[in-house]
Protein backbone atom coordinates (compact mmCIF):
# COMPACT_ATOMS: atom_id res chain seq x y z
CA UNK A 1 0.00 0.00 0.00
CA UNK A 2 2.94 2.38 0.86
CA UNK A 3 3.95 1.96 -2.73
CA UNK A 4 0.93 3.00 -4.30
CA UNK A 5 0.64 6.09 -1.92
CA UNK A 6 3.90 7.11 -3.17
CA UNK A 7 3.28 6.49 -6.46
CA UNK A 8 0.17 8.34 -6.54
CA UNK A 9 2.08 11.07 -4.63
CA UNK A 10 4.83 11.54 -7.63
CA UNK A 11 1.79 10.99 -10.02
CA UNK A 12 0.31 14.70 -8.24
CA UNK A 13 3.61 15.83 -7.92
CA UNK A 14 4.24 15.56 -11.85
CA UNK A 15 0.77 17.03 -12.73
CA UNK A 16 1.74 20.45 -10.35
CA UNK A 17 5.09 20.74 -12.34
CA UNK A 18 3.73 20.19 -15.54
CA UNK A 19 0.99 22.89 -14.40
CA UNK A 20 3.75 25.16 -13.33
CA UNK A 21 5.85 24.69 -16.37
CA UNK A 22 2.61 25.76 -19.04
CA UNK A 23 2.11 28.29 -17.12
CA UNK A 24 5.69 29.64 -17.22
CA UNK A 25 6.02 29.26 -21.05
CA UNK A 26 2.67 31.12 -21.63
CA UNK A 27 3.85 33.84 -19.59
CA UNK A 28 7.19 34.47 -20.92
CA UNK A 29 7.62 32.52 -24.28
CA UNK A 30 5.42 31.22 -27.41
CA UNK A 31 3.22 28.34 -26.01
CA UNK A 32 2.51 27.33 -29.62
CA UNK A 33 3.50 23.46 -30.17
CA UNK A 34 4.84 23.43 -26.78
CA UNK A 35 4.02 20.05 -24.67
CA UNK A 36 4.96 20.77 -21.01
CA UNK A 37 4.08 17.19 -19.76
CA UNK A 38 6.31 15.99 -22.88
CA UNK A 39 9.14 18.51 -21.75
CA UNK A 40 9.19 17.76 -18.27
CA UNK A 41 9.11 14.13 -18.59
CA UNK A 42 12.50 14.33 -20.59
CA UNK A 43 14.01 17.19 -18.17
CA UNK A 44 12.70 14.71 -14.96
CA UNK A 45 15.03 11.96 -16.24
CA UNK A 46 17.89 13.84 -17.14
CA UNK A 47 21.11 15.01 -14.54
CA UNK A 48 20.68 18.63 -13.61
CA UNK A 49 23.48 20.28 -12.19
CA UNK A 50 21.91 22.51 -9.57
CA UNK A 51 20.55 19.59 -8.00
CA UNK A 52 24.23 17.88 -7.83
CA UNK A 53 23.84 16.00 -11.17
CA UNK A 54 20.68 14.12 -9.99
CA UNK A 55 17.91 13.45 -11.63
CA UNK A 56 14.98 15.94 -10.72
CA UNK A 57 12.98 12.47 -10.67
CA UNK A 58 14.57 11.05 -7.87
CA UNK A 59 14.67 14.78 -6.02
CA UNK A 60 10.86 14.32 -6.15
CA UNK A 61 10.58 11.24 -4.50
CA UNK A 62 12.57 12.66 -1.64
CA UNK A 63 10.61 14.60 1.64
CA UNK A 64 10.12 17.84 0.28
CA UNK A 65 11.13 17.20 -3.29
CA UNK A 66 8.38 18.79 -4.74
CA UNK A 67 9.34 21.87 -3.43
CA UNK A 68 13.06 21.90 -4.26
CA UNK A 69 11.96 21.17 -8.08
CA UNK A 70 9.78 23.75 -8.19
CA UNK A 71 12.03 25.95 -6.90
CA UNK A 72 14.31 25.03 -9.36
CA UNK A 73 12.61 25.69 -12.19
CA UNK A 74 11.16 29.15 -10.57
CA UNK A 75 14.78 29.97 -10.54
CA UNK A 76 15.78 28.94 -13.96
CA UNK A 77 12.75 31.21 -15.03
CA UNK A 78 14.23 34.01 -13.77
CA UNK A 79 17.22 33.77 -15.57
CA UNK A 80 19.32 32.32 -12.38
CA UNK A 81 21.39 30.07 -14.32
CA UNK A 82 21.84 32.18 -17.25
Do not use: N, Y
Amino acid sequence: MAADSALIALEDHIAILTMLVQRMVDECGDPTGFDAKDWLHHWLVGAVPALGDRRPLDVLKEPGGLEVVRSLLMRVQSGAFS
